[in-house]
């Protein structure tokens, strides 16, 4: 099973978590962060903005030889692979 971050398909929703990651995330780590802090999350965001369809990744394990393969969204943000591998 691979558990994924999946780009959000509500705008809000996606502007909400870029803000989450840019503000609160920093806040919450106050004097403990370090300066490449906000780096990290920059492109933590750019890399749920980029994110590849959960179809796309089903597909691509199919392709590969795996069976079964499901998605499954286990939240707004978050999607649950299983796929079985061949014998």
Sequence with gaps: AILEITRPKSVALRRLIRLYFARVVPRLLGKNRRPESSQLMAYYCSTI?????????????GK???GQVNAKSTGPVLTDFVAHKPV
């Design 64 to 66: 590969a030889g795996f």
């Design 49 to 61: 903005e980029e994110c590849v369809a959960p179809a796309a990744i089903v597909d691509a394990l």
